[in-house]
């Protein structure tokens, strides 16, 4: 069910790279149309990156860990939120890696922290009660 102005959707998952893949279904039902195809597939890309890193790089071996990501449509945005358990890791803030000087210098990987940075800007980031909270807002089209 799509979140109408001031609706909310959330999904938890555990803090596993094979969760991944419940990822894009859960925003696509969540959006239900109302997000436009061009805005939601840049939070497609975002989303993703996100919550892979702190699946990835977030949890210790063997150490539960849990990734809650919300759905907030209200005030002209949508606004997207992961919530996880992991170690505080500030992505705003990260220094993102440099553009290779040709295409044999490129190698594979590292490349989601620019991304989230180019498809949402206003990205905010902040640790809580032992929590990290990346709040990703998009502007809606008028």
């Known amino acids: 069910m799509a979140p ?3 609706g909310n959707s959330d999904l938890r998952i555990v803090g ?3 969760a ?6 859960w925003l696509d039902e969540a959006a239900g149309g109302e997000i436009p195809e061009t805005l939601l597939t840049r939070m497609h890309v975002a989303l993703e990156e996100a919550v892979a890193n702190v699946a990835l790089h ?3 071996p063997d150490a539960p860990g849990h990734i809650t990501l919300r759905l907030r449509v209200e005030d002209g945005q949508a606004r997207l939120v992961i919530e996880d358990n992991g170690a505080p890791f500030d ?4 220094e993102i890696r440099p553009m290779a000087a040709s295409l044999a210098e490129v190698t594979p990987g590292g490349w989601g922290l620019g991304l989230i940075r180019k498809f949402c800007p ?3 980031y902040e640790r809580r009660d032992g929590l990290n909270y990346l709040t990703l807002p998009f502007p809606m089209p008028v």
């Open 122 to 124: 206003a990205a905010t």
């Open 91 to 94: 992505p705003t803030t990260a």
């Open 16 to 18: 596993a790279v094979e």
């Open 4 to 6: 109408a102005e001031g």
């Open 20 to 25: 991944l893949d419940r990822i894009y279904p």
């Open 58 to 60: 977030g949890f210790a």
